[in-house]
């Protein structure tokens, strides 16, 4: 069985210990370096090329997340585990930003720990159950983007077709919007280029198919 090169980056040495004890406790594993730094992670990683960087979050000289970033850059090939205990919601994503396939906290029992190395390996995504959750409730909150009808259109533009697909004449419109009448004139001619429509008709149409302009306010 071929093994699982990994590459240990963390600046606490009791921690680091742990890992490679628990590494070498798996015979699929093995650990072909340690790093105490972000900036020595990145260089070893370049010449080690291992399968998978085991990859704290806070070190000195370059933080995890950007030694993540410049790893991936140059060798995307490289399956990055976060492994830290830090899990607010700033390092989680901007350590997914960078390319890392994992996110899991330092309270990770051996299994999760061996079972993540694995996924990693092979190409996978994995987060530990609190970071999972995490990611969930994020997603589950946020609220639906929906398409803005006729971007070309200027915020004015915009305006002025609202109340034109309620019916108003350009003189009301030039009222209600405090514009002089030309203007209101001029913005009109724009916006049915930008539909290309003919007339007014055409232009009401569009407009309420799209959801704007709809009752008619006096």
Do not use: C, W
């Not at 720990?113 to 390996?121: H, Y």
Request: no cysteine; net charge negative; aromatic share 4%.
């Amino acid at each position: 069985m071929e093994q699982i090169q990994i590459l240990i980056a963390d600046d606490h040495p009791v921690f680091r210990d742990g890992l490679r004890v628990l590494l070498t406790s798996a015979a699929e594993m093995s650990v072909v370096g340690e790093t105490t730094n972000g900036a020595e992670t990145v260089s070893m990683a370049t010449t080690l090329q291992p399968d998978v960087i085991l990859m704290d979050v806070r070190m000195p000289k370059l933080n995890g997340i950007e030694a993540t970033r410049q790893i991936i850059s140059t060798s995307p090939h490289i399956g990055i585990l976060v492994l830290t205990m830090y899990e607010d919601d700033a390092s989680v994503f901007a350590a997914m930003q960078a390319g890392a396939r994992g996110y899991l906290l330092k309270g990770a029992d051996r299994d999760e720990i061996l079972g993540a190395i694995r996924t990693v390996n092979t190409g996978g995504a994995i987060f530990s159950a609190a970071i999972a959750q995490r990611l969930m409730h994020y997603f589950s909150t946020l609220e639906p983007t929906v398409p803005r009808a006729f971007p070309d259109l200027t915020d004015r533009e915009r305006e002025i077709l609202t109340l034109l697909a309620q019916g108003y004449t350009n003189t009301t419109i030039a009222e209600r919007l405090v514009l002089s009448p030309k203007t209101v004139r001029n913005n009109v001619s724009n916006i049915f280029s930008k539909l290309q429509v003919v007339d007014r008709a055409q232009a009401m149409l569009r407009a309420r198919d799209a959801g704007l302009g709809g009752e008619r306010r006096i």
